[in-house]
């Protein structure tokens, strides 16, 4: 079997008949469809059982008490079969024709990796700017340098891997329950060991909007786990740079890192007082990140996430906070 499609399912009825119309759509019909219900409390149990009986061997299903994405997601990859993972959530679509997009792009150049585009659009119209590089197929070595510079890698979402490279023998419940960077986590193993990437610069899957505001939703806990996960990242890096040190991923991963938290602070002040924020903004100067960045790649942030990240160092967390609460005024306008 060629593709397992991973799909964790938590409370999205009325989008999964959609999404797994999608997967019907495909011109490619060598798959199988993983399930995994992480507990839902509205009608997508029912769903996932429906489509395994009208698919009949194509489809497994896995019921489970809530445990969050991350192992749900692991959960389906554990007992799937497929020569290539892909993943999909249960609210967002395929393009009818990604499978059989990627599966040219693995027939032509036997990669590990499949990276592709994503649209906000249901016509699959593609975002300017989302392409992330020029080049349509990227060495292990350049793949893990284009992962330490930016989080753009991250998604689980947007890649076919192979099945050696997916992570069939990691642990991940060291992590416990991410509220984000369960992506990146699993991301880490697979351009570890991948040996190519290649890249199809088109949209084949559809993300659908968020209407929920980051600024409202965001709390403490997602520090710790950005933390604990950039702990992660950065353990990676290292490991890189001493297989070959000209890579220099531990210092674009620190500074990608930086940027993240910038961008934290951002979102985290612009819904919180001064009083409220200053012990966060606090842990955020002495985070090992912003210890250890190399000032030189703090020139390739923007104008305000690098005044951010030098008040930062500095522990200057009251100016941070304003500044913050600035940037956020202007970005609503």
Same mark, same amino acid.
């Given at each position: 079997?060629?593709?397992?499609?991973?799909?964790?399912?938590?409370?999205?009825?009325?989008?999964?008949?959609?999404?797994?119309?999608?997967?019907?759509?495909?011109?490619?019909?060598?798959?199988?469809?993983?399930?995994?219900?992480?507990?839902?409390?509205?009608?997508?149990?029912? %769903?996932?059982?429906?489509?395994?009986?009208?698919?009949?061997?194509?489809?497994?299903?896995?019921?489970?008490?809530?445990?969050?994405?991350?192992?749900?997601?692991?959960?389906?990859?554990?007992?799937?079969?497929?020569?290539?993972?892909?993943?999909?959530?249960?609210?967002?679509?395929?393009?009818?024709?990604? %499978?059989?997009?990627?599966?040219?792009?693995?027939?032509?150049?036997?990669?590990?990796?499949?990276?592709?585009?994503?649209?906000?659009?249901?016509?699959?119209?593609?975002?300017?700017?989302?392409?992330?590089?020029?080049?349509?197929?990227?060495?292990?070595?350049?793949?893990?340098? %284009?992962?330490?510079?930016?989080?753009?890698?991250?998604?689980?979402?947007?890649?076919?891997?192979?099945?050696?490279?997916?992570?069939?023998?990691?642990?991940?419940?060291?992590?416990?329950?991410?509220?984000?960077?369960?992506?990146?986590?699993?991301?880490?193993?697979?351009?570890?060991?991948?040996?190519?990437?290649?890249?199809?610069?088109?949209?084949?899957?559809?993300?659908?909007?968020?209407?929920?505001?980051?600024?409202?939703?965001?709390?403490?806990?997602?520090?710790?786990?950005?933390?604990?996960?950039?702990?992660?990242?950065?353990?990676?890096?290292?490991?890189?740079?001493?297989?070959?040190?000209?890579?220099?991923?531990?210092?674009?991963?620190?500074?990608?890192?930086?940027?993240?938290?910038?961008?934290?602070?951002?979102?985290?002040?612009?819904?919180?007082?001064?009083?409220?924020?200053?012990?966060?903004?606090?842990?955020?100067?002495?985070?090992?990140?912003?210890?250890?960045?190399?000032?030189?790649?703090?020139?390739?942030?923007?104008?305000?996430?690098?005044?951010?990240?030098?008040?930062?160092?500095?522990?200057?967390?009251?100016?941070?906070?304003?500044?913050?609460?600035?940037?956020?005024?202007?970005?609503?306008?």
């Amino acid at each position: 079997m060629r593709f397992s499609i991973i799909i964790p399912v938590y409370n999205v009825e009325p989008y999964l008949s959609e999404t797994l119309g999608s997967v019907l759509a495909q011109g490619c019909t060598d798959y199988e469809v993983v399930l995994v219900d992480d507990g839902s409390t509205d009608g997508s149990p029912g %769903l996932c059982d429906s489509f395994r009986d009208a698919c009949k061997n194509t489809v497994k299903v896995i019921h489970q008490k809530n445990k969050g994405l991350l192992a749900a997601r692991r959960a389906g990859i554990e007992i799937s079969e497929g020569d290539y993972v892909v993943s999909l959530d249960g609210d967002d679509l395929l393009r009818s024709d990604a %499978l059989e997009k990627i599966g040219s792009a693995i027939d032509l150049q036997r990669p590990d990796v499949v990276y592709y585009d994503f649209s906000r659009s249901h016509d699959f119209s593609p975002i300017k700017g989302s392409r992330l590089s020029a080049r349509t197929r990227l060495t292990r070595d350049e793949a893990q340098q %284009l992962f330490s510079e930016t989080n753009r890698m991250n998604s689980m979402c947007r890649k076919a891997v192979s099945r050696r490279c997916v992570g069939l023998d990691a642990d991940f419940s060291r992590f416990g329950r991410l509220n984000m960077g369960e992506d990146a986590v699993q991301s880490c193993i697979v351009f570890d060991r991948a040996e190519s990437t290649v890249f199809l610069n088109e949209p084949l899957y559809y993300y659908r909007p968020n209407a929920a505001s980051i600024s409202s939703n965001i709390t403490i806990d997602y520090l710790r786990d950005m933390q604990k996960v950039q702990a992660e990242l950065l353990k990676y890096a290292r490991q890189w740079d001493s297989a070959c040190p000209k890579l220099c991923c531990y210092k674009k991963m620190t500074a990608r890192c930086v940027e993240e938290l910038c961008h934290f602070v951002l979102h985290y002040a612009s819904a919180r007082s001064c009083a409220d924020s200053l012990e966060v903004l606090h842990k955020v100067s002495k985070s090992a990140p912003l210890e250890d960045c190399d000032g030189r790649f703090l020139r390739t942030f923007g104008l305000h996430s690098r005044l951010l990240a030098v008040l930062l160092r500095r522990s200057l967390v009251g100016p941070a906070w304003a500044l913050a609460r600035i940037g956020s005024f202007f970005r609503r306008k």
